[in-house]
C-alpha cells in the first residue's frame, strides 16, 4: 500500500484523517491502543494504521488474522465518541455497513454480512471487523475498529486459515487497486461514523437487514460456556442484537463471545 496515493482519493479529509502505513508491524490495532493518549481526538480526528503485513493480527473470540505482502489490505482506525461506549453496540454492524456500499461501487456485487462481524461472498469469509473499546460507559470512549478484507491470498496463508475464505481475485479475476479501494474506505468510513455518532445503529438496521446473509434462516447460535441455541433469524434490534425465532418464542442476541453458523 502507498500512503500518497491512498491520500489521493482523500485528498479533502486531510485535516481530519492522520494516515500511517507500515511494511510490517504486530498488529495495527495494538499499534492505535499503545499510543492513544498522545493522539488529539477532538473534532471528529480519526487516526488510521495500515499495514502490508501484520505478525499478531486478530480476530474475534481470539482467533488470528493472517495477511501476507501485497494478500490483502489490513488496517485500524481511532475515533472518539463522546457519548461513550455504551451507545456503540451497533458499531462493528455499522463498519460492515460501509464495508459492502464501497465493495459494491465497485462492481464487487453480492457482498453480503454475517451477524456480527464478517464480510461474506457466497457464504465464504471475505473480510472481518473488529472493535476495541477504552474509555467510559458514559462519556468519551475510544474506538479502535480493525479492517481485514482478502485481496489475493497465497497457499501459504490458504492453508492455516479455519474457515472458508475468498479474496477478491477469486470473485472479479481482476487485481483491484488496493490503495483507490482503501482511499474510497476511508470516505465512506469516515462519513457513515459521523451519520452513527449522531443517529445510532437504528438508522442504518433496515440497510444491514437487507444485506444480511443469514436472514430469514435457520441458525445455530453458540453461546459461551458450550452452550447453543437453534432458530431461525428474524431481524435486529436497535442496539445490533440479532433475534432469533426459537421453540421458546422471539429472542434477542447481544455481540460477545457468540458465533453463528447455518443450518440449513
Known sequence: ??????????????????????????????????????????????????????????????????????????????????????????LSLVIGVAIVRVLRSFSVNQINLKWPNDILYDNSKLGGVLVELRGKMIGPADAV??????????????????????????????????????????????SILSDFEVHGFSYFKDEWISYHAYHGKNVRLFLPHNSFVSGVVDGINDDGSICLLTSAGRNSYIVGDISMRLTD
Open 1 to 90: 500500500m502507498n500512503k500518497d496515493k491512498a491520500l489521493k482519493f482523500t485528498s479533502h479529509l486531510t485535516p481530519i484523517i492522520d494516515l500511517n502505513v507500515f511494511n510490517i508491524i504486530d498488529s495495527t490495532s495494538n499499534y492505535l491502543l499503545s499510543n492513544i493518549k498522545q493522539y488529539q481526538l477532538n473534532d471528529n480526528r480519526i487516526v488510521v494504521a495500515a499495514a502490508e503485513v501484520q505478525t499478531k493480527g486478530r480476530g474475534r473470540i481470539g482467533r488470528s488474522w493472517h495477511s501476507d505482502l501485497g494478500s490483502g489490505l489490513t488496517f485500524s482506525m481511532l475515533r472518539r465518541f463522546e457519548n461513550g461506549a455504551s451507545v456503540l453496540t451497533g
Open 145 to 190: 475498529i480493525g479492517i481485514g478484507i482478502n485481496f489475493n491470498l497465497p497457499s501459504s496463508i490458504r492453508s492455516i486459515i479455519q474457515q472458508n475464505a475468498i479474496d477478491l481475485f477469486q470473485i472479479t479475476g481482476q487485481h483491484l487497486d488496493r490503495n483507490e479501494i482503501f482511499g474510497a474506505l476511508l470516505l465512506e468510513l469516515c
